[in-house]
């Protein structure tokens, strides 16, 4: 019964963290998800939850499956935390990639239609240095090539992969909090 009651209450201490991150520390920035806002939506009031117990099970399960010890796992966490971000680039890609080769197209027909020569286009997910705020198009500097950028932490903050990532990385603290204060229980008993 105190193991079940540990894991509640570091649950609750992450979806708290992850509530006052994303609405007070990062207002400007992030999705406003709180629960007195207009536009509150199940995705991401749910999302949390399910990054706690993705990875906070998933780390509990790897470790009695594999008998792996602390070290490795923090290792398989921190490989989590990092490709997932790769994952949401890819997401972002695909997402926008109808968009851009409707875009492209419809470029191209404009500079047919005047017969001119069309630009080269690019595609990218930009993190550093981007001209789009979320996503946007744009003719480069030197009218050379036309451009459609996807600013990747700005479309990070405002998913709701944001709060399912954010849940996972304090569900992986508190796995290893947890573990710890299991090992302080045994001792003492």
Known sequence: ???????AALALISYLLVYIIANYAMSGIAYDWRFESASISANYALMPLLGFVFVFFGLSFWKKRFKEKNSVLAVL??????????????????????????????VRNQ???????PPSFAYTICAFNCNASNFGCFLSQDNGTFICQVNFWNELFRSSFFLFWLASIFAGISFFVYEFLEKLIKEKQ
């Open 1 to 7: 019964m105190q193991r079940y009651v540990i894991i």
């Open 77 to 106: 966490f921190t490989f989590f935390v990092l490709l997932s971000l790769v994952a949401f680039s890819l997401v972002l890609w695909f997402f926008y990639r109808g968009n851009v080769d409707a875009i492209f197209s419809q």
């Open 111 to 117: 500079f047919d239609r005047a017969n001119k020569t």
